[in-house]
């Protein structure tokens, strides 16, 4: 099992900038991806990007061009670099590390770190 804590929300004007940080209790490189979701108040949570073992990206239509997810595995963190914020961007961001090679569709999850975007 896995521990995932998250760092870096915080109030933002529009157009500014955040960079979020999941730090992870063993090796990242244990999953076969990592990546960030957000859920806004009455919202389904949903992907904002993700990361493969193979070092494969993907993201939202919503955050394309404007976000990118990388990672450190000397320090076992993942981040997520926030630019041109803009307030629908506006929700909680959790952090997840997803399957192995054992258990292929097993979740991790952090508690979750606020970004607020101001217009």
């Known amino acids: 099992q896995v521990q995932l804590v998250e760092s870096g929300g915080g109030l933002v004007q529009a157009g500014g900038s955040l960079r979020l940080s999941c730090a992870a209790s063993?090796?990242?490189?244990?999953?076969?991806?990592a990546g960030w979701y957000r859920q806004a108040p009455g919202n389904q949570r949903e992907l904002v990007a993700s990361i493969s073992r193979s070092g494969s990206t993907a993201y939202a239509d919503s955050v394309k061009g404007r976000f990118t997810i990388r990672r450190d595995y000397t320090k076992n963190t993942v981040y997520l670099q926030m630019n041109s914020l803009k307030p629908e961007d506006t929700a909680v961001y959790y952090c997840?590390?997803?399957?192995?090679?054992?258990?292929?569709?097993?979740?991790?999850w952090g508690q979750g770190t606020q970004v607020t975007v101001s217009s």
């Open positions: 997840n590390a997803h399957g192995t090679v054992i258990v292929p569709s097993i979740d991790y």
């Open positions: 063993k090796s990242i490189f244990s999953y076969n991806s």
